[in-house]
């Protein structure tokens, strides 16, 4: 079992940034990669960004690159937004996956991933 504990949300006008944090604990060492996938009020769940938990390799969606980072840091992982849009506005959720993907933008879909934290509210204003 994996627990992962998100922090760092809040509220911040457009143009501004945050930084998200994802805790993980437990059976990390089975990781291969951990991912940030956010969800808005009415609309589906959506990949935001991933990164390989051996090697730091990383990989995102076309809508926050260049202005989202996604880094870790022994066993927790950052999420620098920049820039921020009213349209990032969403609750934020990290997730570990313990399946080995080769190709590391298959880490795009939910079912990539075995554990997921309890989210974090972003509220961009315009």
């Known amino acids: 079992q994996v627990q992962l504990v998100e922090s760092g949300g809040g509220l911040v006008q457009a143009g501004g940034s945050l930084r998200l944090s994802c805790a993980a604990s437990?059976?990390?060492?089975?990781?291969?990669?951990m991912g940030w996938f956010r969800q808005a009020p009415g609309k589906e769940r959506e990949f935001v960004g991933t990164?390989?938990?051996?090697?730091?390799n990383t990989y995102y969606t076309d809508s926050v690159k260049g202005r989202f980072t996604i880094s870790r840091d022994y066993a927790t992982v950052f999420l620098q937004m920049n820039s921020l849009k009213p349209e990032d506005t969403a609750v934020y959720y990290c997730?570990?996956?313990?399946?080995?993907?080769?190709?590391?933008?298959?880490?795009?879909?939910?079912?990539?991933?075995?554990?997921w934290g309890q989210g974090t509210q972003v509220t961009v204003s315009s």
């Open positions: 997730a570990s996956s313990q399946q080995r993907i080769l190709r590391l933008s298959a880490y795009d879909t939910s079912a990539a991933y075995d554990y």
């Open positions: 990164i390989k938990w051996s090697g730091g």
């Open positions: 437990g059976r990390t060492i089975g990781t291969y990669a």
